[in-house]
């Protein structure tokens, strides 16, 4: 398996544009998380994914917001309007159960708004 | 509040030291603890995990220490090499109700291995 593929990998893009990142999880896997990564603030959990059905988003930040995951082997995060406090890199990582909660995750998105 | 600490901040060690990272947790319930490693520009990639009754888990060179009386735990790394060079991050989880969201991070501790 590749493991988790995110993309872009890089992605800039400018304050009031929408921004919207893809990943797809390791085959087998039930449950999806999207994390955002800051300096300040260390990895936070966005929203997660249990059978393609959001269980958790407390931690989307606002309604800018928004996640999907049409299918067991694809999701979406959106940002609309992206702002400059935005800029951070967005981690998918996805698990199963029985798996002692390992969660595996892709290589990241490094947004930057301007 | 659940909370994970981890000391130090940053750290710069010369190939072929060991080291120790410290990880202190006020999480409750807890369920079990895990040391993930980042190296720059990727994804955190686990090393360890450790339930209540555990008290000492390795891998490799990493060994991984929990005390679940004080809620500390420790990774400590032999023999340093260059491609030690990375983010340890400190994760606990809180997994009640059998929810796989409930994990705590901590900030990590940003190794530096020097030749």
């Known amino acids: 398996d590749a493991g988790v593929i995110q993309s872009p990998r890089h992605e800039v893009t400018e304050m009031g544009q929408e921004v919207t990142l893809r990943c797809k999880p390791i085959s087998g896997h039930d449950y999806l998380f999207w994390y955002r990564q800051t300096m300040m603030r260390g990895l936070e959990l966005l929203i997660y994914?249990?059978?393609?059905?959001?269980?958790?988003d407390s931690g989307m930040p606002e309604d800018r917001f928004s996640a999907k995951m049409p299918n067991a082997s694809f999701s979406t995060l959106k940002i609309q309007p992206s702002e400059p406090r935005d800029s951070a890199v967005y981690f998918c990582?996805?698990?199963?159960?029985?798996?002692?909660?390992?969660?595996?995750f892709g290589p990241g998105t490094r947004l930057l708004v301007l | 509040k659940n909370q994970v600490e981890q000391s130090p901040q940053s750290l710069i060690i010369l190939e072929g030291k060991n080291c120790t990272l410290q990880c202190n947790y006020t999480v409750s319930p807890f369920s079990n603890l895990r040391w993930y490693k980042q190296d720059t520009g990727r994804g955190p990639v686990s090393l360890t995990i450790?339930?209540?009754?555990?008290n000492t888990k390795s891998n490799g060179r990493y060994t991984a220490t929990l005390d679940a009386d004080t809620k500390q735990s420790s990774l400590h790394i032999t023999a340093s090499q260059l491609s030690d060079s990375a983010s340890y991050i400190c994760v606990v989880s809180s997994n009640y109700g059998g929810s796989q969201g409930n994990l705590i991070f901590g900030k990590g501790t940003k190794l530096s291995v020097k030749p």
């Open positions: 994914f249990n059978n393609n059905v959001p269980i958790d």
């Open positions: 450790m339930t209540f009754s555990e």
């Open positions: 990582a996805s698990s199963f159960v029985g798996g002692r909660e390992t969660q595996y």
